[in-house]
């Protein structure tokens, strides 16, 4: 009974650190602007770029991925060496950050709505909780995925998926409780859910492009535009 409270106790902490919303923040610090009313309302470190600039994406993931990574502490000070504790107060970290109970709204129809980001940040945190080393092999893929693919959504999907298999690999060679794997699986599924919208815009070809894609396709254009006008 003891293990199911202080379980319940790190649940509601990590959950409650996830929930804090970093990008609205830090984006209200440095433009005054509230990252909710921009673009896709998300809190994320893709959506505070698009509100305040570069620095304020950058500083999004930072403390987005820190949220993540405060779990191992949690845990750490309740219940030391629990493998699945580690892996739940992670996903209560990711599924704060998506739902913070700090962003909570009344819609028109008198529905309650939980607002925050699509988690992939928070995840990489998670996933550097469970095992430090994680993060020097995600974020430079995550990196690549972006840079090259060149859709935020993807990228984001991208880290639990690069997640899943680092654990599944680690199980493999019995240097790592195969709980974890149930860690990278269960966070792709909670990621997937919150991007629903950008898969749909994936699905009809309109999803918004960035990184090498994005500049590439803009100078395409430019070229394009230019044409005609040697002609003329």
Do not use: C
């Not at 199911?4 to 790190?10: A, C, D, S, T």
């Not at 304020?56 to 309740?78: M, S």
């Not at 840079?147 to 298999?165: E, K, P, Q, R």
């Not at 493999?172 to 909670?190: E, R, W």
């Amino acid at each position: 009974m003891f293990d199911l409270v202080r379980l319940f106790i790190i649940l509601m902490l990590s959950y409650l650190l996830g929930s804090i919303p970093s990008g609205l923040i830090i984006v209200r610090i440095l433009s005054g602007k509230d990252v909710r009313q921009v673009a896709s309302g998300r809190t994320g470190g893709t959506n505070a770029m698009r509100a305040a600039g570069i620095a304020a994406g950058l500083l999004t993931v930072i403390f987005d991925g820190l949220k993540g990574l405060a779990t191992a502490g949690v845990v750490a000070w309740l219940m030391p060496g629990n493998a699945w504790a580690q892996v739940f107060a992670a996903l209560a970290a990711i599924l704060g950050h998506n739902y913070s109970i700090f962003l909570m709204e009344h819609t028109d129809n008198g529905k309650i709505v939980l607002r925050g980001g699509a988690g992939g940040a928070t995840a990489v945190g998670g996933s550097i909780a469970l095992w430090p080393l994680s993060g020097v092999i995600i974020v430079p893929l995550a990196v690549l995925v972006f840079l090259f693919i060149g859709y935020a959504s993807v990228t984001t999907i991208s880290v639990t998926v690069f997640a899943t298999i680092i654990f599944a690999v680690r199980a493999a060679q019995g240097i790592s409780s195969p709980v974890y794997i149930a860690y990278g699986v269960l966070s792709f599924l909670i990621v997937m859910w919150a991007l629903r919208p950008n898969l749909e815009r994936l699905r009809q070809g309109n999803e918004r492009l960035h990184g090498l894609r994005a500049k590439f396709q803009k100078k395409k254009l430019e070229e394009a535009t230019k044409k005609p006008d040697e002609n003329a």
